[in-house]
């Protein structure tokens, strides 16, 4: 299938591993022209290296997405996106009682704020130029909070719920909006997680936890002209570990 977006230029936040990695690497496959964005320049180098194999080599911008500073920085040198995918690491996993208001701004500036102010900014060239697609990476924890992980439960529900009004707001100018979900995906993150991640496995109805590159090519679906009648949906990309009942 053609998804029909060779061509156009995507920035990718997170991009460095995991599953913005993923993403940019799906991404490039169709032709895009992507931005890769993370904190650390050396294992973006390395990651814009992997997916130039393969053609061009992507631009890189080492910078915080949490940050005002961060974001215009990826902006100048990737002004007019047509697709944008965010994605920052996710908040660390600690009992609710102690967690202070720092830790809770933090969340909210990377998990929260990173895409609201993003797509914020991006938005209305997408809908002047006819044609725009946001995917925000967030979390299964939308669907079935994860003790200890309250911080992600929080923060990603808020977004969630900006996007669900945002995402009507624009959909008559050729712009979707839509939040990717990844559950127990094997990427640092999840074995950062340590036994939490084995018990979330465990209950995988598929028996494994997911590829990577399966999150990757579910989001370049949902940038593609195919995809033109989804928007403002929360599709998990879990091996079916959420049901409806949770
Ligand atoms: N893997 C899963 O199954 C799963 C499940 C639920 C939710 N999630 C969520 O999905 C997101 C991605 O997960 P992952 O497993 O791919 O995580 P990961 O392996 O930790 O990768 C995170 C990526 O984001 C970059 N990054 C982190 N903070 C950043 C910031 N403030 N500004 C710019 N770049 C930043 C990292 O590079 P630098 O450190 O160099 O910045 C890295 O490239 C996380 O929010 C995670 O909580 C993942």
């Given at each position: 299938m053609d998804l029909g977006i060779a061509g156009r230029r995507a920035l990718v936040c997170g991009a460095s591993?995991?599953?913005?990695?993923?993403?940019?690497?799906?991404l490039a496959d169709e032709g895009v022209a992507v931005t890769l964005l993370a904190r650390h320049r050396d294992t973006l180098a390395a990651a814009a290296e992997r997916i130039g194999a393969g053609g061009v080599v992507p631009q890189i911008v080492a910078a915080d997405i949490a940050t005002e500073t961060g974001r215009k920085s990826v902006l100048e040198a990737c002004p007019e996106p047509d697709i944008v995918v965010t994605n920052a690491g996710g908040p660390p996993g600690m009992d609710f009682r102690a967690l202070t208001k720092e830790d809770w701004t933090a969340a909210i500036e990377a998990n929260f704020l990173s895409a609201v102010e993003l797509i914020r900014l991006?938005?209305?060239?997408?809908?002047?130029?006819?044609?725009?697609?946001?995917?925000?990476?967030?979390?299964?924890?939308?669907?079935?909070p994860v003790p200890?992980?309250?911080?992600?439960?929080?923060?990603?529900?808020?977004?969630?719920?900006?996007?669900?009004?945002?995402?009507?707001?624009?959909?008559?100018?050729?712009v979707t909006i839509n939040n990717l979900l990844p559950g127990t995906i094997a990427t640092e993150r999840i074995r950062d997680l340590g036994d939490t991640a084995t018990k979330l496995i465990a209950k995988v109805p598929m028996g494994r936890a997911g590829r990577p590159e399966e999150f990757g090519v579910a989001c370049a679906f949902l940038c593609s002209t195919r995809a033109a009648y989804i928007t403002g949906q929360n599709i998990l990309v879990d091996g079916g570990l959420c049901s409806f009942t949770v």
């Open positions: 591993r995991g599953l913005g990695f993923a993403c940019a690497a799906a991006t938005v209305d060239g997408m809908t002047q130029r006819g044609f725009g697609r946001i995917v925000n990476v967030t979390s299964l924890t939308v669907r079935s200890q992980l309250d911080l992600s439960n929080a923060t990603r529900l808020a977004l969630t719920g900006y996007v669900a009004g945002v995402a009507r707001q624009v959909a008559p100018h050729h």
